[in-house]
């Protein structure tokens, strides 16, 4: 179960790094705006449940070894749910009123929020790799 506690959190640490800093920016690199950001939008709800299933996944792995690890894996679980079902419709909401205002501000949210899981899952990973 140690074996796939650090899989699981290896996979959650490198899927969000690669979503967040290569996928994302490759396609509003590689698109136009018009175009980028719809793809970002209907991309974003299948990241968030590989994020949410595989902390959770993660964090259950790790309930009998580390209380710690499985505490910061149930927290970014979460948020994840959090994130997806709350904060991403606000956001879509935004965007389709035209809000730049409150876009921005939400999108900000989710960017801390994004970062923070990826300082945690790094964190537990050389946690659990020590």
Known sequence: ???????ATALLFGGMVLYSFGFA???FHALPADLAGPV????????????????????VATLGRD?????????????TLFARQVL???INR???????????????VSVLITLAHIAGSGWVLVRLAS
């Open 25 to 27: 920016a490759f396609i």
């Open 1 to 7: 179960m140690f074996t796939f506690a650090l899989l």
């Open 40 to 59: 970002i939008r209907r991309a974003f709800p299948y990241f968030y449940l590989f994020v949410l299933f595989t902390a959770a996944a993660a964090m």
């Open 67 to 79: 209380v710690t690890a499985s505490l910061i894996l149930g927290t970014i679980a979460a948020t």
């Open 94 to 108: 935004a965007t389709d009123s035209g809000d730049r205002s409150r876009f921005k501000t939400l999108h900000a």
């Open 88 to 90: 991403m419709p606000a």
